[in-house]
Each structure stands twice: as C-alpha cells, then as structure tokens.
C-alpha cells in the first residue's frame, strides 16, 4: 500500500515537473523572440508604416521564418544575422505575444 502511494506520488511530481518545463520554455521563447523583435523587427513593422503590423498577419510559423530568412518586397534577409533558432523565437514571439 505504501509503495503504491509512493508511485502515486512521483507520478505526479514528474507531471509537475513537465508542465514547469513547458511554461519555463514557453517564457524563455518570448523572451529571447522579443528582443530580436525589438531590435531588428520594431523599427519596421511597430506602427505598421514601412512593414505590416505583424501582430495582425495570419501566417504559420514557417511562412515567417521563412520571410525573415529570404526577406520578402523591400524587408531584407536576415538569414546572415540570425540563426534558424533565433528565427523561430522570434515568430513565436509575433504569434504568442498577444
Ligand atoms: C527595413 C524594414 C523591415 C525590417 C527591419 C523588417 N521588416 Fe518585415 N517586412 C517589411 C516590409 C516592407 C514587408 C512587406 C513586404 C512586401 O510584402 O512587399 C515586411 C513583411 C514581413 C512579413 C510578412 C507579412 C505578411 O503578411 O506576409 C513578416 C512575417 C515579417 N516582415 C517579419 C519580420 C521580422 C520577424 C523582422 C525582424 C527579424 C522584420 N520583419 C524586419 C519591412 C521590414
């Protein structure tokens, strides 16, 4: 019987644990997306002027990362400056930063 609860027990520490993980990488995907959207995004798309406002387009994460590392009309590449990691923070950044 002790051990049963004891299984129990770490059946849900582990769960705990698991959804912790999630919310610390969900954090630190905005985090990291946010700078790079501060200081190479904003210039452009904060009030819409040069750039669409990115927090009304409706585009997968894909089709973003894949703007930024082509660039697209008059947006430019960024594929020199920013790793395929640092792209997807910063589309997860413009999708969940709502
Ligand atoms: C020099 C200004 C400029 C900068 C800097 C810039 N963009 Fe853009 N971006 C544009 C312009 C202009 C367009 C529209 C291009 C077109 O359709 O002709 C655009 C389009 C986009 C689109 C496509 C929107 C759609 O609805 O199709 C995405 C996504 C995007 N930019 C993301 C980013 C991200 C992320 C960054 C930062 C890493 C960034 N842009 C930096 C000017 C810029």
Redesign the pocket.
Known sequence: MHKFIIKILSIISLLFLIACGDKNSHDQKLALGGE??NS??K???QAGE???N?YS???ETE??IN??ANG?????S?KTL?TEEE?EN??YF?LNNK
């Open positions: 790079i959207y190479l995004c210039s452009c798309h040069k750039g669409p990115l387009i409706k585009l089709s973003i703007v930024v697209v009309g008059n947006m430019p960024f920013l792209m910063v589309a413009i």
